[in-house]
C-alpha cells in the first residue's frame, strides 16, 4: 500500500506560482509512474501531467498547462513536484497526485492504483 502526501497549495494572484510536492511512503517509489490530476469544482478529474518512473525518463502534460507546469521527480526523496508558473484562475482546483506500477493510458486516471488527498489551489484574478 503506497501512502500519498500532497503539500504546497494555496491562494495565489494570476500570473503567480506554486510549487506542488507529493511524498510517497513505498521505499520503492522509483518502480512507480507518478502523476498529476486535478478536479474543480463540477467538474470531472482531469490529467495535468506525468512522468515515468526514473527521473530522466519521459514526462508529459496536458495542453493546457504545457509550457507552464513542469513535473519532476527526486526519487532519493520519494518526492515528485509539479512546479505551476503563469497560474490562471481557470487552473484553480484541487490537485492530486497519483501513482501507477505501469500503464500505456498515463493520461487515465482510472488506470492510477494509489492517490493522495489532494491540496487546493486557488487562482484569483
Known amino acids: 500500500q503506497v501512502q500519498l502526501v500532497e503539500s504546497g497549495g494555496g491562494l495565489v494572484q494570476a500570473g503567480g506560482s506554486l510549487r506542488l510536492s507529493c511524498v510517497a511512503s513505498?521505499?520503492?517509489?522509483?518502480?512507480?509512474?507518478m502523476g498529476w490530476f486535478r478536479q474543480a469544482p463540477g467538474k470531472e478529474r482531469e490529467f495535468v501531467a506525468a512522468?515515468?518512473?526514473?527521473?530522466?525518463?519521459?514526462?508529459i502534460y496536458a495542453d493546457s498547462v504545457k509550457g507552464r507546469f513542469t513535473i519532476s521527480r527526486d526519487n532519493t526523496e520519494n518526492t515528485v513536484y509539479l512546479q505551476m508558473n503563469s497560474l490562471k484562475p481557470e487552473d484553480t482546483a484541487v490537485y492530486y497526485c497519483?501513482?501507477?506500477?505501469?500503464?500505456?493510458?498515463?493520461?487515465?486516471?482510472?488506470?492510477?492504483?494509489?492517490w493522495g488527498q489532494g491540496t487546493q489551489v486557488t487562482v484569483s484574478s
Open positions: 513505498e521505499r520503492t517509489f522509483n518502480d512507480y509512474a
Open positions: 497519483a501513482a501507477v506500477v505501469s500503464t500505456r493510458r498515463i493520461r487515465t486516471a482510472g488506470e492510477y492504483d494509489y
Open positions: 512522468a515515468s518512473s526514473w527521473p530522466g525518463g519521459s514526462k
